[in-house]
T-cell receptor, first 114, second 114 residues
Framework: AQSVSQHNHHVILSEAASLELGCNYS??????LFWYVQYPGQHLQLLLK??????LVKGIKGFEAEFIKSKFSFNLRKPSVQWSDTAEYFC????????????FGAGTRLFVKA | NAGVTQTPKFQVLKTGQSMTLQCAQD?????MYWYRQDPGMGLRLIYY???????DKGEVPNGYNVSRLNKREFSLRLESAAPSQTSVYFC?????????????FGPGTRLTVT
């Protein structure tokens, strides 16, 4: 069965610090990968996704993620975080044979200190 | 363009009571989903509807039923609520259910079963 692991459940950073949130998945076949974000009081929304091509994907608000197939990883990065990045971040995987069943990680709560 | 809407936003039930969570989308999407979000567990798929007229079980369907009333609406019913169903419920939709499709989420319903 597919699974998605997010290693950090809570992260606290100061503004301007760099961010890297880990995501690993367990599936050997072809996958599509997503990062969603839930800002306080708002809906989940898509940050970025990878389905083919360049493994370095750029998303909204200066976020990027790198797909490393050999490591089954899709880590999220941002060089300099802002207070407004305080949110919960979810990694998600959809295997091509998995049909409609996107699997979400447990989420990482990021708090950025002003 | 409201996107995905859910009612109610909050609900408290006693064990054994029933209720229906409503979801509607105005994006003309074919596929719709119900998830539950529990602390430390991310989002887990309860049921999905690939297209109007079809519904299928997800990862945690026990204790729930769904109805795809039309293309816009997808409801989730708890026939006899249990404390284990205390959770935040999210409805989502996507254009076609394709594996690279972005999902659009509603604001969530916070349900407490006492």
């Amino acid at each position: 069965a597919q699974s998605v692991s997010q290693h950090n459940h809570h992260v606290i950073l100061s503004e301007a610090a760099s961010l890297e949130l880990g995501c690993n998945y367990s599936y050997g076949g072809t996958v599509n990968l997503f990062w969603y974000v839930q800002y306080p009081g708002q809906h989940l929304q898509l940050l970025l996704k990878y389905f083919s091509g360049d493994p370095l994907v750029k998303g909204i608000k200066g976020f990027e993620a790198e797909f490393i197939k050999s490591k089954f990883s899709f880590n999220l990065r941002k060089p300099s975080v802002q207070w407004s990045d305080t949110a919960e971040y979810f990694c998600a995987v959809n295997a091509l044979s998995g049909g409609f069943k996107t699997i979400f990680g447990a989420g990482t709560r990021l708090f950025v200190k002003a | 363009n409201a996107g995905v809407t859910q009612t109610p936003k909050f609900q408290v039930l006693k064990t054994g009571q029933s209720m229906t969570l409503q979801c509607a989308q105005d994006m003309n999407h074919n596929s719709m989903y119900w998830y539950r979000q529990d602390p430390g567990m991310g989002l887990r798929l309860i049921y999905y509807s690939a297209s109007e007229g079809t519904t299928d079980k997800g990862e945690v369907p026990n204790g729930y039923n769904v109805s795809r009333l039309n293309k816009r609406e997808f409801s989730l019913r708890l026939e006899s609520a249990a404390p284990s169903q205390t959770s935040v419920y999210f409805c989502a939709s996507s254009e076609s259910g394709g594996t690279s499709d972005e999902q659009y989420f509603g604001p969530g319903t916070r349900l407490t079963v006492t």
